[in-house]
């Protein structure tokens, strides 16, 4: 069995996050690649396809989510993706359990929810969406007409947990705001859900991750159990730096460790900082505490020589656009140019009709 080196292991990731050259691919192509992008806020996806594609313009992801091939749904992890529909259909039917056990366990909600047969009330949730998409609020008040001693919001999560609900345009549409409306994911594209297939979802993991363990992959999906699955599958195998076996599709291949690493400013909540149970493949657990807040927002960051080693924001003060770097560490000045540069590219993109546009280096903390 081969042995991964630790910097082996790092140019693999980013290699299939296409973050070691940036890709000549559509958004939709690029959405289908990396399994989906973290959606957790309106706005990262646009961040991540910037980081990683050459041309990538906001227009076309929001064409995509109106014309409704790629879709906003609570799938892995429990949290937001974007999705393509097609793995939509196909994913959320594989980590519904996830759902199904929270609505026993949540702490806010579960109580509210034990005397309700919850069949019958995501039933009545569907037929109200197949009228019109509804907002969290409005979908509440209108099942509280039937269930009046329920609140309103346990309500909502219950029709949520059963539902493969689907956040529906305008909200994440670049340039704008609204709030989240739902509708469900079958009748929102117009195709059944497909039966579970852990083993799918276990391919395309690998194929925008890999190599991975199954403490990875399950990491990853939110689901366990995972290691059953794998163990009948037909997949490489290589030893990874601290010994682990790693998972891989038998036609993949990784680069040299020697392949250089641009540095990249990587969007908030970037999926290749989430998607293992071991993120020291691309950060430290020093340097990760400070891009992970308490609460779980994930900032903007700086990956230089394949690692995060800093983060980076955009303020805005009257007609100006700001992006702050925030390195914890000196960087060579070649990467510190690098960053710099990339940063102003940053900063045009997003903010192009800011009168002035600026980059600051903040001193090392």
């Known amino acids: 069995?081969?042995?991964?080196?630790?910097?082996?292991?790092?140019?693999?990731?980013?290699?299939?996050?296409?973050?070691?050259?940036?890709?000549?691919?559509?958004?939709?192509?690029?959405?289908?690649?990396?399994?989906?992008?973290?959606?957790?806020?309106?706005?990262?996806?646009?961040?991540?396809?910037?980081?990683?594609?050459?041309?990538?313009?906001?227009?076309?992801?929001?064409?995509?989510?109106e014309s409704r091939r790629v879709v906003r749904i609570a799938l892995m992890r429990g949290t937001v993706h974007l999705v393509t529909a097609a793995d939509a259909l196909v994913w959320r039917p594989v980590v519904q359990g996830l759902y199904e056990r929270d609505l026993k366990t949540n702490t806010q909600?579960?109580?509210?929810?034990?005397?309700?047969?919850?069949?019958?009330?995501?039933?009545?949730?569907?037929?109200?969406?197949?009228?019109?998409?509804?907002?969290?609020?409005?979908?509440?008040?209108?099942?509280?007409r039937r269930w009046p001693d329920v609140p309103p919001a346990s309500?909502?999560?219950?029709a949520r947990g059963r539902l493969p609900l689907v956040q529906t345009p305008p909200r994440a549409i670049w340039g704008k705001a609204g709030q989240t409306t739902y509708a469900c994911l079958d009748e929102w594209v117009g195709a059944p859900l497909s039966p579970p297939s852990p083993a799918s979802l276990?391919?395309?993991?690998?194929?925008?991750?890999?190599?991975?363990?199954?403490?990875?992959?399950?990491?990853?999906?939110?689901?366990?159990?995972l290691g059953e699955v794998a163990a009948s599958m037909e997949l490489k195998r290589y030893r990874g730096p601290d010994g682990r076996e790693l998972l891989d599709l038998p036609e993949l291949t990784v680069p040299d460790e020697d392949v250089p690493a641009p540095p990249r400013l990587l969007g908030p909540f970037d999926q290749t900082i989430l998607s293992y149970a071991d993120r020291t493949r691309?950060?430290?657990?020093?340097?990760?505490?400070?891009?992970?807040?308490?609460?779980?927002?994930?900032?903007?960051?700086?990956?230089?020589?394949?690692?995060?080693?800093?983060?980076?924001?955009?303020?805005?003060?009257?007609?100006?656009?700001?992006?702050?770097?925030?390195?914890?560490?000196?960087?060579?000045?070649?990467?510190?140019?690098?960053?710099?540069?990339?940063?102003?590219?940053?900063?045009?993109?997003?903010?192009?009709?800011?009168?002035?546009?600026?980059?600051?280096?903040?001193?090392?903390?």
């Not at 309500?155 to 219950?158: A, E, G, Q, S």
């Not at 276990?202 to 159990?225: C, K």
């Open 202 to 225: 276990i391919s395309r993991y690998l194929r925008a991750f890999g190599p991975a363990t199954v403490a990875d992959v399950q990491t990853w999906a939110g689901i366990t159990r």
């Open 109 to 144: 909600h579960a109580k509210e929810l034990a005397g309700l047969d919850h069949a019958v009330v995501a039933s009545a949730a569907r037929d109200l969406l197949a009228r019109s998409a509804l907002s969290t609020t409005a979908l509440g008040a209108e099942l509280a």
């Open 1 to 65: 069995m081969e042995t991964l080196s630790r910097r082996a292991l790092n140019r693999a990731t980013l290699d299939r996050q296409l973050l070691l050259r940036r890709a000549k691919m559509s958004a939709y192509d690029a959405v289908e690649h990396l399994a989906g992008l973290q959606a957790q806020a309106p706005f990262p996806p646009y961040y991540a396809l910037w980081a990683r594609l050459h041309g990538f313009q906001p227009a076309e992801l929001a064409s995509l989510l």
């Open 282 to 365: 691309v950060v430290s657990d020093e340097y990760r505490k400070r891009v992970i807040t308490p609460n779980g927002l994930v900032k903007g960051t700086l990956l230089v020589g394949g690692q995060v080693c800093g983060f980076w924001e955009i303020k805005k003060a009257k007609k100006a656009a700001i992006v702050e770097l925030a390195p914890f560490e000196k960087l060579p000045k070649r990467d510190l140019a690098a960053v710099e540069s990339a940063a102003g590219r940053l900063v045009s993109w997003a903010e192009p009709a800011a009168e002035t546009q600026e980059v600051r280096i903040l001193p090392v903390t």
């Open 155 to 158: 309500l909502t999560h219950l």
